[in-house]
Nanobody, 123 residues
C-alpha cells in the first residue's frame, strides 16, 4: 500500500510558476512509476506527465516545454514544476503511482492516488 499526499497548489497570475510535490509513504516507492493528472470542472481527468522509477519522462503535448516532472527517491517525493502557467491550466492536480516502473498516460493504469491540490491561474 502506498499513500500519496500532494502539496504546492495555489492561485497565481498567468505566466507565473508553481512547484507541486507528491510525498509518498508506505511500501518502497523507489521502484514505482509516478504520474500527474489534472481535472478541471466539468472535464475528464487528463494526463499531464509521468516518470519511471529510473527517471524516464513523458508529457502531454499541452504542457511540453512548460512543465517538468522529477523525482527524489531518497525523499520518496515526486515533483511537478509548472512554468508559464495559463488560465487553461486551472484544475485539481492529482499525483498517482503504479508498482510497474514504466511511465503510463492512462489513469486506469495507476493503482494509488492522492487527494489532489488545486491550481488556479487567472488572466
Amino acid at each position: 500500500q502506498v499513500q500519496l499526499v500532494e502539496s504546492g497548489g495555489g492561485s497565481v497570475q498567468a505566466g507565473a510558476s508553481l512547484r507541486l510535490s507528491c510525498s509518498a509513504s508506505g511500501r518502497s516507492f523507489t521502484t514505482y512509476a509516478a504520474g500527474w493528472f489534472r481535472q478541471a470542472p466539468g472535464k475528464e481527468r487528463e494526463f499531464v506527465a509521468a516518470i519511471s522509477w529510473r527517471g524516464y519522462t513523458s508529457y502531454a503535448d499541452s504542457v511540453k516545454g512548460r512543465f517538468t516532472i522529477s523525482r527524489d527517491n531518497a525523499k520518496n517525493t515526486v515533483y511537478l514544476q509548472l512554468n508559464s502557467l495559463k488560465p487553461e491550466d486551472t484544475a485539481v492536480y492529482y499525483c498517482a503511482a503504479r508498482p510497474n516502473g514504466a511511465p503510463a498516460s492512462g489513469a486506469r493504469q495507476y493503482d494509488y492516488w492522492g487527494q489532489g491540490t488545486q491550481v488556479t491561474v487567472s488572466s
